[in-house]
């Protein structure tokens, strides 16, 4: 392995970001499908675009790239402004989506072409693509053409083709949608040993949340070309911007209930209405935050995850807060147990424990677990 | 890339286009309009050159033989077209039917298409010959004539015999359009239409020509724009004749030019054809529209 | 669905009368050639030859036979400017397909190329005639081969924009990713993939280049550069007594043209529709 492949040293200091992109917008005629988007990545980040299809990923990608022109904003590279420059001299390498292989060429050329438009001599190109063929695995298949290889023998050379440059950063268009889901989780693993291995920066794009959960060192989650949170994948998790965030990453998604919350002392008092005449639920959050405590009391919109309604198991719950609950339908996934409950007009979810032993129809204590509660303006979405 | 030089490779990637084309069209059609203001003559001499107005297109647009040329024109276009239309459209009904030999004949329907044009002409020319020719024996022997007859020789009738062997060459581009159009037309919607009760000519009508009619159009002005040129078929089969009969357009610009050597009236004579033409390849682009809107 | 009797016996009728239609000229175009002169002139005809004569064809590929010299000349000199025309169509029209497809150039200017070969070629023939004869031109396969290559482009143009059009995008974005440039994007990845079109698109080009009259006649005077279809007309117009000589060089000059047809069938017509059709 020579050193092109070996772990980069990490910068302590990250004054410079390997990559900024601010302001960028972009449109096609009167449609505007990028609104003043700002992302920034230090030098060895993995961070994962993640939002609903058409929303404007690979069009974020391409700016980035330089294959679409954007309408106005900057996009810096390791600290050069390269808003207008040719995606030759971005020192950039993407992977695409539909893999993009050159399928008049074979394995090797594929993953050489970018030393061959470099003027490589031969020798070394077969050397660099060769180290870059034992990485992936895929040096036995290097004489074939693309046309012959698997799914996911495709994308490992999409890869192997943006990674034998060395460039200073890798884009991926959603590279693992087109395979089938055990395929999926195997090359997920691998992207990330290989991102740890080689200390890449990456912006990785996808629409599945679970691989932005997996992978990311940095999540961005965009809806209708906008950026609507930033964080490490806890945060996105733990504190969502807003409902769509909310609704949109873990899974099952956190349930979003309308609730009256009120202060009693400093605690907050959370009321949920229940099906046709059953007493609500009155919950109490221990640690509300500033957002809750200065706002007059009155209708929300509170989240909380499948897994902070939950039985009493080994779990450390607080059991004070139990009630009993019917279970409209249980469906059991093997390690966890999901039951759909009616609460505060709408369907949520606990996550059970995959062993206990419930059926539909039963009623059974539920513990909640308001540690974690997110709360948000029932008008604007947004979290308080 | 940079918007500046993504448009400017744009620039470089058309400039041997648009090099070849503005030097062998653009500034050559320039020139014709140009002449055709003139008195200019083709001529080894040198020759004083006058600007003449529109005296040109006064004298062509009264000129009775030319008016008759471009009359002559639109009729050999209108049959021909027509019946290209027609026959191409029977022939597509036909070869999407199933049979045995179906896709024989769907091989060497190509064949006349490939003649090249003048060969067309000159077999033609021979099928029709007045002594020797084919169509003489074949009707005379099947009882049809008396006696042989010189299909060419007869002003009024030469221009149709024309037509025939235009026809006869042209009509598998049609065929080949409207049955690829026709392969496109859903199986499950004639099979309801038919299961409705609709007869095969109510099918064709409410169906069928609705659904190709779009590429019909297309195709169709297309050949009306090249019947619109005709050229080397009369060249070969009767250089215009008998008494100017089959005198088209195009061979009426070529004499004048070629064989009276008038350039600044041929000129005049061209552009007016051009203009023609003009029209028609207008009619062809909004018919492409209608075509692209329809499907 | 089963046909009724009549509805077959109709089919077929129709069926066997097409074929009549379209092959009978062609059957007898050879037939003609291979015919003694006296089974051709005889009243009414003898269809079927006597016996076969195939020294026609002997004759015409015969350089020393003053048929077979003109023949030959012919057929070389519409060979090179055929050949020659197509070439140059393709390597000037690649470009600009791709300047269209890709580059977003206007489709108004792509009209505008179509346009100029939908016009008569009557309205630049003589200022061409005047500017080829003040250059001393005339009457040269270099000449012809020029004019045919405008001819040619816009249609060449035309169809490889619909064929690069279909092509996956993405393929080139990764070359350029990889840091290639457009030129070398386009010999080394674009190309390649276009093959199939590029083959369609020469076949088109050389059958039109290989059909063209007008220009033929008009720019050339003899053997060193007049083409098949000139000299075709020249053989029909001139006081040759044996019908089946004109039929043999017409057989000929057909060979090639329906040989590629045959072979190359659903490409020709696919690139036919495409380029009366497809907008
Ligand atoms: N060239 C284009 N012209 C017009 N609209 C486009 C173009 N490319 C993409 N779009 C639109 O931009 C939106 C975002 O597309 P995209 O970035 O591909 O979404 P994603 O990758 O997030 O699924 C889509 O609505 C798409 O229709
Ligand atoms: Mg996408």
Redesign the interface.
């Known amino acids: 392995m020579t050193n092109n492949l070996q772990k980069k040293e990490r910068t302590a200091v990250s004054s410079n970001p390997i990559l900024a992109v601010e302001n960028l917008s972009k449109s096609y005629g009167d449609l505007r499908i990028l609104k003043d988007v700002s992302v920034a990545i230090e030098a060895g980040d993995f961070l994962v675009l993640v939002g609903p299809s058409g929303c404007g990923k690979s069009t974020l990608l391409g700016c980035i790239g330089?294959l679409t022109?954007i309408t106005s904003g900057n996009i810096q590279i390791d600290g050069q402004d390269v808003t207008?420059?040719?995606?030759a001299k971005r020192d950039i390498a993407m992977v695409f989506q539909s893999y993009a292989l050159f399928p008049n060429m074979s394995v090797g050329d594929n993953i050489g072409f970018g030393l061959e438009v470099r003027k490589v001599p031969k020798t070394e190109r077969d050397e660099k693509v060769n180290q870059v063929a034992e990485l992936l695995k895929i040096e036995p298949l290097l004489d074939r053409a693309p046309a012959q290889l698997s799914g996911g023998q495709r994308q490992r050379v999409a890869m192997g083709r943006a990674l034998v440059r060395d460039p200073k950063l890798f884009l991926f268009d959603e590279p693992l949608s087109n395979l089938d889901a055990k395929l999926r989780v195997t090359m997920r693993t691998e992207i990330k040993r290989l991102h740890q291995r080689l200390n890449a920066s990456i912006i990785y794009v996808t629409h599945d949340q679970i691989e932005a959960m997996t992978l990311a060192t940095k999540i961005v989650v965009m809806k209708d070309g906008v950026i609507q949170q930033v964080g490490s994948p806890r945060e996105i998790y733990d504190t969502p911007a807003n409902i769509f965030v909310a609704d949109f990453m873990g899974s099952p998604a956190m349930n979003i209930l309308d609730a009256d919350v009120t202060m009693d002392g400093l605690m907050a008092r959370v009321e949920i209405a229940r099906e046709d005449g059953q007493e609500p639920l009155i919950l109490y959050d221990t640690n509300p935050g500033e957002g809750i405590t200065s706002r007059p009391a009155g209708p929300l919109k509170v989240g909380l995850r499948p897994e902070a309604l939950t039985d009493l198991g080994s779990r450390s719950v607080n059991a004070d807060q139990q009630f009993d609950c019917l279970l409209d339908v249980v469906e059991p996934a093997g390690s966890d147990t999901f039951a759909v409950i009616r609460l505060g007009g709408t369907e949520v979810t606990a996550r059970m424990h995959g062993d206990v032993d419930v059926n539909s129809g039963d009623t059974v204590p539920i513990c909640f677990d308001l540690t974690k509660i997110s709360y948000f303006d029932p008008k604007s979405g947004e979290r308080l | 890339?940079?918007?500046?030089?993504?448009?400017r490779?744009?620039?470089?990637?058309?400039f041997?286009?648009i090099l070849?084309?503005s030097?062998?069209?653009?500034?050559?059609?320039l020139?014709?309009v140009w002449?055709s203001f003139t008195d200019a003559e083709?001529t080894a001499r040198e020759q004083q050159v006058n600007w003449i107005g529109l005296e040109n297109y006064i004298w062509a647009l009264t000129d009775p033989d030319f008016l008759e040329a471009l009359g002559r024109t639109m009729y050999f276009t209108a049959v021909s077209v027509g019946l290209e239309g027609v026959l191409g459209i029977a022939?597509a009904l036909?070869l999407n039917?199933k049979?045995r030999?179906?896709w024989?004949?769907r091989?060497?329907?190509?064949?006349?298409?490939?003649?090249?044009?003048?060969?067309n002409a000159?077999?033609?020319?021979?099928?029709y010959?007045p002594?020797?020719g084919?169509l003489?024996?074949l009707l005379?022997?099947l009882g049809f004539i008396d006696s042989?007859t010189s299909w060419l020789g007869d002003p009024d009738r030469a221009l149709n015999m024309v037509i025939l062997a235009d026809v006869?060459k042209n009509f598998p581009?049609v065929a080949?359009?409207a049955l690829?159009a026709m392969q496109t037309i859903p199986g499950d919607l004639l099979k309801a239409a038919?299961i409705e009760g609709a007869g095969a000519w109510k099918r064709f009508r409410s169906i069928t020509l609705p659904w190709i009619i779009g590429?019909m159009l297309?195709?169709l002005i297309?050949r009306t724009?090249e019947a619109?040129?005709v050229?080397?078929i009369i060249?070969?089969m009767t250089r215009g004749g008998p008494s100017d009969g089959t005198k088209t357009?195009?061979f009426y610009?070529?004499q004048e030019?070629?064989s009276y050597l008038r350039?600044g009236s041929?000129?005049s004579y061209?552009?007016v054809?051009?203009g023609i033409?003009?029209v028609?390849?207008l009619a062809?682009?909004a018919g492409?529209?209608r075509?692209?809107r329809g499907a | 669905?089963h046909r009724s009797l009549i509805a077959?016996f109709a089919?077929?009728s129709?069926?066997l009368l097409?074929?009549l239609?379209?092959?009978a000229?062609?059957v007898?175009?050879v037939l003609?050639s291979i015919s003694s002169p006296n089974d051709?002139?005889s009243?009414?005809?003898n269809?079927w030859p006597t016996e076969v004569d195939l020294s026609r064809y002997g004759h015409l590929v015969d350089l020393n036979n003053g048929a077979g010299h003109r023949f030959l000349a012919a057929l070389r000199n519409s060979l090179l400017t055929a050949g020659g025309a197509t070439l140059i169509a393709l390597?000037?029209?690649v470009?600009?397909a791709?300047?269209f497809s890709r580059?977003?150039?206007s489709l108004a200017?792509l009209?505008v190329?179509l346009?100029?070969?939908?016009?008569?070629?009557?309205?630049?023939?003589?200022?061409?005639y005047?500017?080829f004869g003040g250059l001393g031109a005339l009457n040269k396969t270099t000449t012809l081969i020029?004019?045919y290559?405008?001819?040619l482009?816009?249609f060449a143009?035309w169809l490889m924009k619909s064929n690069i059009d279909v092509l996956p995008v993405e393929i080139e974005q990764a070359a350029?990713m990889e840091g290639a440039s457009?030129a070398f994007t386009l010999r080394r990845v674009v190309l390649p993939l276009a093959l199939p079109a590029i083959a369609a698109t020469c076949m088109l080009s050389f059958?039109v280049a290989?059909?063209e009259?007008?220009y033929a006649?008009?720019f050339t005077s003899d053997l060193s550069a007049k083409t098949?279809?000139v000299a075709?007309?020249d053989?029909?117009?001139g006081r040759v007594t044996d019908?089946g000589v004109?039929?043999s060089v017409?057989v000929l000059?057909?060979l090639p043209?329906?040989i590629?047809?045959?072979c190359f069938?659903r490409f020709?017509?696919s690139g036919?529709?495409a380029g009366?059709?497809k907008?």
């Open positions: 330089g022109e207008h420059t040719d995606p | 890339m940079s918007a500046i030089s993504r448009s490779e744009k620039w470089v990637l058309l041997p286009a070849v084309l030097l062998i069209t653009v500034l050559p059609f020139q014709t002449t083709i022939v036909l039917q049979f030999g179906r024989f004949l091989v060497i329907i190509i064949l006349p298409w490939a003649v090249p044009t003048i060969v000159v077999a033609w020319r021979l099928i010959h002594d020797y084919a003489n024996s005379l022997q042989y006869w581009l080949y359009i690829a038919a590429p297309v195709v297309l724009i619109f040129r050229f080397d060249y070969v357009a195009s610009v070529y030019y070629f350039s041929g000129a061209a552009v054809v051009a033409s003009a028609l390849i062809y682009y492409i529209r075509d692209q | 669905m077959s089919l077929y129709a069926a097409l074929t239609f379209t092959l000229p062609l007898w175009l003609m051709l002139t009243v009414p005809l269809w390597i000037v029209a470009p600009a791709y300047a580059r977003g150039a200017l009209f190329f346009a100029t070969i939908m016009m008569p070629p009557i309205t630049y023939v003589l200022p061409l005047e500017i020029i004019v290559s405008a001819m482009l816009p143009t350029f457009t059958l290989w059909d009259f007008f006649l008009i098949l279809p075709i007309a053989f029909s117009a019908y004109i039929a017409g000059a057909t043209p329906a590629l047809a045959i069938q020709i017509v036919l529709a009366s059709v907008g």
